[in-house]
DNA sequence: GTCCTGATCCTCT
DNA sequence: GAGGATCAGGACG
């Protein structure tokens, strides 16, 4: 089952949350990846850390839009991140996916791990708990790139699966760890950053 | 294990 | 012209 326009209309906290358990899709065509979401963080309006904070520009555009699109953003030099749009049109907020918990398509996820990085042992097998766990790495991992900028996810090729979808049986229930928020230096004290308890895929601990 | 640094360039001031 | 929602490798203990 997508994740539809219902699910997207709820508050963003609540999606940061609720996103927690589900199921990442990517069918692109070098092959399908699959990863279970394991980390969030919420950037809402009014909030200095967020992109959106200062109004909207070129670059944030997407996070004013429709909910439910995709968000991603180049960053220091080298990398992106991806975020999925929150709250209604008008309002810019966003959820960011920290980090994914590889369940199908690894050996891509590899493939496109050891083709970015620049480093002397290509040839070692990444293992898959570094396949996805951060925010930078899962943009590799998936081949997500900048052209996603504003893709629908209720639609293919990239989308995300409900948590109870009955393709995967293995979700158990789980706990939610909240703490502060990685990376930033304004309003860092905010508990905006939501993790299953104890999962090994997530990017800190 | 922890801490430090270089890589690298887009976006906004 | 400065700074950034990062990552990996190396130094050190």
Do not use: W
Request: aromatic residues 10%; positive net charge; charged residues 25%.
């Amino acid at each position: 089952m997508i994740l539809d326009k219902d699910f997207y209309n709820q508050d963003t906290v609540t999606i940061a949350r609720n996103f927690l358990g589900c199921y990442l899709i990517h069918n692109s065509p070098e092959g399908p990846t699959i990863g279970k979401i394991v980390e969030t963080e919420a950037y809402l309006a009014h909030d200095p850390a967020s992109h959106a904070f200062k109004g909207q520009t070129e670059r944030t555009k997407a996070m004013f839009g429709e909910p439910g699109r995709v968000y991603i953003y180049f960053t220091y030099g080298m990398y992106y991140c991806f975020n999925v749009t929150t709250a209604p049109a008008g309002v810019g907020e966003a959820v960011l996916i920290r980090a994914l918990e590889p369940l199908e398509g690894i050996e891509l996820m590899q493939k496109r791990r050891s083709a970015s990085k620049k480093t002397k042992s290509h040839d070692v097998a990444l293992k898959t708990e570094a396949l996805c766990s951060g925010p930078a790495k899962l943009v590799i991992a998936m081949g997500i790139n900048k052209q996603m900028y504003g893709h629908d996810l209720t639609k293919e090729p990239l989308y995300i699966l409900s948590k109870d979808d009955m393709r995967f049986e293995e979700n158990k229930p789980f706990e939610i760890t909240t703490t502060t928020r990685i990376g930033i230096s304004s309003s860092k004290d905010l508990p905006l950053r939501f993790y299953i308890t104890g999962n090994s895929f997530i990017s800190k601990r």
